[in-house]
């Protein structure tokens, strides 16, 4: 809900100095840490995401009738948020610095609907959506949550970045000339369900140096044993570790015809 307090970490060097960023992530703080960066310095920014497709929780899928995936953008396609249905705004500072410039650019709109919770007929009235009762507004991308992170990375890319999809950072070596090696593997072995034998076969090859390393995902941080895993040194990694990650696990129903239901979304 861009409401937590995160702790601030005070970079090995001057982010002035900087001119060659890596970020970890290409999910929706990735991305706009990558356009942040772009528009107010001259570092040359690499953003690597593991995932088939960039946005992380910001997740979109569209579903042809037939099951093809992913279907044209039209009217007959079945169009899913799978990861994070919406956002709130609850931080001063993110509302002004962030939301209302998305608003400005037709990015997002506030979403305003009738929730529900499922599972208690005698309190149907009540809107009580994830634990959110009653605390409106609530905020989507328009065009599928995806097309938010999409068009912050456009505009990075726009101004210089570069984008390495279907990339997983395995490892990050600190040189003696005080810059990160970062090694890492792509294609079929970077992602998260093909088998762990094949994955496997392929050794990490070198992504390049960088003066400066931004992780935005605390899976980065994980054991090596995990796929997820970035290979940060424990002086990084301990700092975030402890933090809880809440696994998602989606279920996408289309049904032959709208549902004859009061509520716009549920909470169970």
Known sequence: AFSKNHETVIPTRPMADAKRVAVIGGGISGAVCASTLCRNT??????????????????????????????????????????????????????????????????????????????????SSKADFFGFPDRPP????????????????????????????????????RLSSGAWLLRGVEGPAALHDTAE?????????????????????????????????????ESLAGKVRSRTRVALFTALVAFEAPLQVESDAFAA
């Open 197 to 233: 034998e094949e994955a496997a076969k392929q050794a990490p090859d070198a992504l390049g140096e960088f003066d400066v390393v931004i992780v935005t995902d605390v899976s980065a941080s994980m054991a090596s044993w995990h796929r997820a895993s970035a290979g940060l040194p």
């Open 42 to 123: 001259s570092s040359e920014v690499t953003v690597f995401d593991q995932g088939r497709q960039l946005g992380g929780r910001c997740g979109h899928r569209r579903v042809a009738a037939d099951g093809t995936y992913p279907a044209p953008v039209d009217a007959s396609a079945f169009a899913f948020d799978h990861g994070c249905q919406f956002f709130r705004a609850d931080d001063p500072r993110f509302r002004s610095e962030l939301l209302e410039k998305w608003k400005g650019r037709g990015l997002v709109e506030e979403w305003v609907g009738n929730f529900g919770k499922l599972g208690q007929e005698d309190e």
């Open 138 to 173: 609530f905020y989507c991308a328009l065009g599928g949550m995806s097309s938010l992170p999409a068009a912050l990375l456009e505009e990075a890319t726009s101004l210089g970045a570069t984008l390495r999809g279907g990339v997983r950072v395995a490892s990050t070596q």
